[in-house]
């Protein structure tokens, strides 16, 4: 939840140079956000890869692997991975996090402090947005 949000990102995240659509690698690897909305069936809820293969090396190499794949139109595939193309946007809690980190406080106060507890209303309304999300997913 934590990483999710981008509250645990790296500094280095926020600045990354690679995050363009001009790779200077053949190979692209990462995880595949949105591959239940893309494919489905995809989705073993365990974690997909997005494999890219930016020049024909790459390409080549990718063809030669004996991977368990689908071919996804990129710009479908980038559409839900952003930081293919952009660096990361950092969550304003992402501070607060490392300054409690290091001063050594306990990991479940920090989270009870990054994330407090919902209320009532906060609650039902977070339980009909994952039913509702759950149902456009199928």
């Known amino acids: 939840r934590i990483f999710c949000q981008s509250i645990m990102f790296r500094h280095s995240c926020g600045i ?30 365990r974690g997909c890869s997005l494999v890219i293969a930016n020049t024909l090396l790459g390409r080549r190499v990718v063809s030669e692997l ?38 050594h406080e306990d990991f479940g106060r920090i989270k009870g402090i990054i994330f407090p507890p919902l209320n009532f209303m906060q609650r039902i309304q977070k339980s009909i947005s994952i039913k509702f999300n759950r149902f456009l997913s199928k």
């Not at 990354?16 to 494919?39: K, P, V």
């Open 16 to 45: 990354c140079h690679f995050a363009n659509l001009q790779r200077s690698s053949d190979i692209t690897i990462g995880d595949f956000w949105g591959i239940d909305l893309i494919n489905a069936s995809f989705n073993d809820h």
């Open 66 to 103: 004996n991977l368990n794949t689908i071919s996804v139109d990129p710009q479908l595939a980038l559409r839900y991975n952003p930081s293919y193309y952009e660096s990361s946007i950092f969550n304003p809690s992402r501070e607060v996090f490392f300054k409690l980190l290091l001063e």
